[in-house]
């Protein structure tokens, strides 16, 4: 039996958040620069996105680039802010014809100005969309994201516009990028490695984590679905017993 047909499709995760890894061991095994592989990476992201969508899934989160990648060597961050431009401007009309709307988490008001223009090109041409949306994490930490809500909510404190007290789950998510946003059920990260590296840690409070030895080029709409029927066979509990989930 194939695998798209062993997916319940009532039982489907809302959101799936990826950590896209391995695009530089994928080049070396090529014997090719790392640019190759976050170029190849790229199909990666159409597969997975199409995959998403085609299934019916609503959020797909991405980890792009983090506020840590701009550590990497100059020529290689350049490679992948031309790609990001480029990538944008050569998919918006597969956005649109598949009515996919392209959204970004992050401090991306520090990106180089032209893919920054890229991205709200994309952003604002997308935007009435509505099958799946599709979120870009760039220039993104999750240390940052939380250290950004709690100076915003220790201003409004400050202002009397909050009582510290009042402060809870829902106010302090709220106030993070991902307003709106429903909390990832499913985190993937390809390439064998099983960390977190900084990626939405207040979201992932009780998703359900899948690491794959894939490398992100070659990953494809099989590995997706594979993930997916993985996380549907597990039980998820949320602090109570298996008695109480009826
Ligand atoms: C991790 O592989 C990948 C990245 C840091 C960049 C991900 C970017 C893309 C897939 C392409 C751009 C995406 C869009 C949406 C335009 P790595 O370089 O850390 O691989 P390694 O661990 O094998 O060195």
């Known amino acids: 039996m194939d695998l798209k047909s062993q997916i319940i499709l009532d039982k489907l995760p809302r959101h799936i958040a990826i950590i896209m890894d391995g695009n530089g061991r994928w080049a070396k095994q090529h014997g090719k620069p790392r640019v190759f592989g976050h170029r190849n990476g790229v199909k990666a992201v159409r597969e997975t996105a199409e995959a998403a969508a085609e299934l019916g899934i609503e959020y797909l989160t991405l980890y792009a680039f983090s506020t840590e990648n701009w550590k990497r060597p100059k020529l290689e961050v350049n490679a992948l802010m031309t790609l990001l431009v480029e990538t944008i401007q050569n ?60 100076r915003q909510l220790a201003r409004q404190a400050k202002a009397g516009l909050i009582q510290p007290d009042a402060i809870d789950d829902q106010i302090f998510s709220n106030t993070l990028s991902t307003k709106g946003i429903p909390d990832p059920e499913l985190l993937i990260r390809t390439s064998g490695e099983t960390r977190i590296s900084n990626f939405l840690l207040w979201q992932i409070a009780y998703s359900e984590l899948y690491f794959t030895p894939t490398l992100w080029p070659d990953f494809q709409k099989e590995h997706l679905y594979q993930a997916i029927i993985d996380f549907q066979h597990r039980e998820r509990r949320f602090g109570k017993i298996s008695e109480q989930l009826v």
């Open 91 to 150: 998919e918006i009309d597969t956005l649109n014809k598949n009515n996919i709307k392209l959204h970004a988490i992050g401090d991306v008001a520090k990106l180089p100005s032209k893919s920054l223009k890229a991205l709200q090109g994309g952003i604002e041409s997308t935007k009435n969309n509505q099958r799946l949306t599709l979120i870009l994490a760039l220039n993104y930490s999750a240390k940052w994201e939380i250290l950004e809500a709690t």
